[in-house]
């Protein structure tokens, strides 16, 4: 069972979806990421891509986060966020949309965040496909903050404008998990 570590929402459990559609992160490399994150979480503007139970948003949002979104596009994973948004006493802070991740993307293009939390399917390509489209959506402040959880070392693959535009602060395993923080390569002016 899940549950919120720290904070407001401290030791509330949260609802989890069944099945194998979703794989939520374990309370170990929640820690570990809030961790990182710790002095990056006060007042900020959250976006939790592939939310699924929309732990990590509400996570932030229980550490001091002024607000989080929370998208996905499975109608139960909107039902469990929404349930979980009202047991923490959070869902004032939260805004939930059912989307697919590009296209919420792409309709949102100039709402800038602060940290983003990017956890797609470890088998899609959905990692480059979403940090693409993040670099084009003008969504990232020179500080945003981009938490990616995967099954690799190597988030950008071979895709070279990833490699121009992020910068990899920092890579850390978990057993089969692998936290990689990015952050936004400043653009040298000419």
């Known amino acids: 069972m899940m549950r919120i570590i720290t904070g407001k929402a401290r030791g509330i459990r949260l609802k989890t979806l069944e099945g194998e559609a979703t794989r939520p992160t374990s309370e170990r490399v ?4 809030f961790s990182m994150l710790q002095f990056d979480i006060e007042g900020r503007e959250v976006l939790d891509l592939f939310a699924g139970s929309g732990q990590m948003g509400l996570e932030a949002l229980s550490r001091g986060a002024a607000h989080s ?19 923490t006493k959070l869902a004032f802070d939260c805004s939930i949309y059912r989307s697919d991740a590009l296209d919420y993307i792409r309709r949102n293009r100039g709402k800038k965040f602060d940290l983003i939390f990017l956890d797609p399917p470890y088998a899609s390509d959905l990692y480059r ?32 404008t990833l490699e121009e535009y992020f910068a990899v602060q920092k890579v850390s395993q978990y057993s089969k998990t692998v936290i990689t923080v990015l952050s936004v390569l400043e653009k040298e002016s000419s």
Do not use: H, W, Y
């Not at 020179?142 to 988030?155: K, V």
């Open 69 to 87: 979104v929370f998208v996905d596009r499975a109608p139960d994973a909107i039902n469990i966020i929404r349930e979980n948004s009202l047991k």
């Open 30 to 33: 929640k820690e570990a990421v």
């Open 129 to 160: 496909q979403a940090l693409r489209a993040l670099c084009e959506s003008d969504m990232l402040k020179p500080s945003t903050l981009i938490i990616c959880e995967s099954n690799t070392q190597t988030i950008f693959g071979n895709d070279a």
